[in-house]
Structures are given as C-alpha cells and as structure tokens.
C-alpha cells in the first residue's frame, strides 16, 4: 500500500500522459476554466472525487473537509460556494460521502473521551487549544447525525447517508445558495470504499425545475 513520493518524476508521467492523451490539453487548460459540478467530499485520501468519476481536470469545482460538512460560519466553504454558483455558474452541486469515514466514526467515539482527555490536558494551555479546535469540527459532525441515539442505531453506511442527507439540506439552508443557487440541482453520492461503486442516495428535487 505504501508508495515513496517522488513529485517530479511522477509529475513528468503525468504531464506525458496527458499530452499522449490530447497533445494541447494543457494549452487548453491554462485558457480558464468552466467547470459543471461542484463537489463536496471527505478529505480521506481514498476518496478524490475526479479520480472516483473518472473526470479529467476542469470539470470538478471541488470543495473538500473532514467528513464532508457544510457549516454555515466555515469562510472556506462559503467562498468556494459563492465562487462556484456566482462566477463558475455550475450546473449541479454533488455532495460526496463515503464508507468509513474516520470523521463520522470520531463523532460517534469522542464525546466521551473529549470529556477525558480534557481533565489531563488541563495544565496544557496549547495542547487545549488545538484540541478545542478539533472538537468544534467533530461537533459539528455530532450536531448533523444526533449522535447519542443514531450511532447505535445505525449501519455504518446508513450514518453515512444520513450524512449526506443532512449536508444537502444544510446547502439548502445556506445564505449563498439562497441568493445564488436556488435552482441549481443538489445530489448526494456514498462512495463505497469496499466496491468502489459511487451509490447515489438522493435523487434531485423535481421543485427546483419549476
Ligand atoms: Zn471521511
């Protein structure tokens, strides 16, 4: 599974690749771009969208976090959004979410050892800090899915979907695709890490043709 990075030799087979390909592809990529999609996803290493749909580079507006959240206070978010539905006009949002998704499973076990580990790192002014960090992400996480009832309740792939579910009602509910993407169809998509199948759990909402 391990593979040693050497960035410009890989770099070189790709450039070699692609103008195999197409002998002017990256002229024509350096002229701008106009991607379709934007793409919200995991930033789990086994789940690079435009690899998972097999798209070339230009097609994909990809916004990535962990256990692909839309939080409505996250400035990155917000700006990839506004980029993507204002300048790029993009003509579908796809929410990507995955099996195993070491996000979700965080939520699901860190309550209980946040509470712990708080009491050993009370004299540690940084390493709190860092942690208070990483709790604010985790909580959103934890906010979406209801944690206490749902983590018991469900299979890891219902959480999952559940996931996505919630995320596409958040995009919904965002200022920037109120004002800029009301008619811009949302999907969402579970990759399934085991079959490598993109399983899509929510069909377009038929209203927002209307
Ligand atoms: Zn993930």
Not at 26 to 36: A, D, I, R, T, V
Not at 122 to 142: C, F, N, P, V, Y
Not at 198 to 204: F, K, N, Q, R
Request: hydrophobic share 35%; with cysteine.
């Amino acid at each position: 599974m391990k593979k040693e990075l050497n960035l410009s030799k890989q770099n070189e087979q790709f450039i070699l690749e692609m103008k195999k390909q197409d002998p002017i592809f990256f002229s024509n990529l350096s002229q701008g771009q106009s991607p379709e999609y934007f793409v919200l996803a995991c930033s789990d290493s086994r789940v690079s969208p435009s690899i998972t749909a097999n798209m070339p580079l230009g097609h994909f507006f990809v916004h990535r976090n962990v256990a692909n959240q839309v939080v409505e206070s996250d400035d990155s978010f917000s700006a990839g959004l506004y980029y993507a539905l204002k300048h790029l006009q993009i003509k579908k949002i796809i929410i990507e979410g995955h099996t195993n998704c070491g996000g979700i499973d965080a939520a699901c076990k860190t309550r209980q050892q946040y509470g712990q580990k708080q009491e050993l790192d009370q004299k540690s002014k940084d390493s709190q800090t860092a942690e208070e960090g990483i709790m604010t992400w985790i909580s959103e996480i934890q906010k979406n899915l209801h944690v206490q009832q749902q983590c018991k309740d469900l299979t890891n792939f219902e959480l999952v979907k559940l996931n996505v579910l919630n995320q596409i009602e958040n995009v919904k509910e965002h200022p920037v695709y109120k004002k800029y993407g009301e008619s811009v169809e949302i999907s969402g998509y579970v990759f399934d890490l085991s079959s490598g199948k993109l399983i899509e759990v929510a069909a377009p909402n038929p209203e927002a043709f209307n």
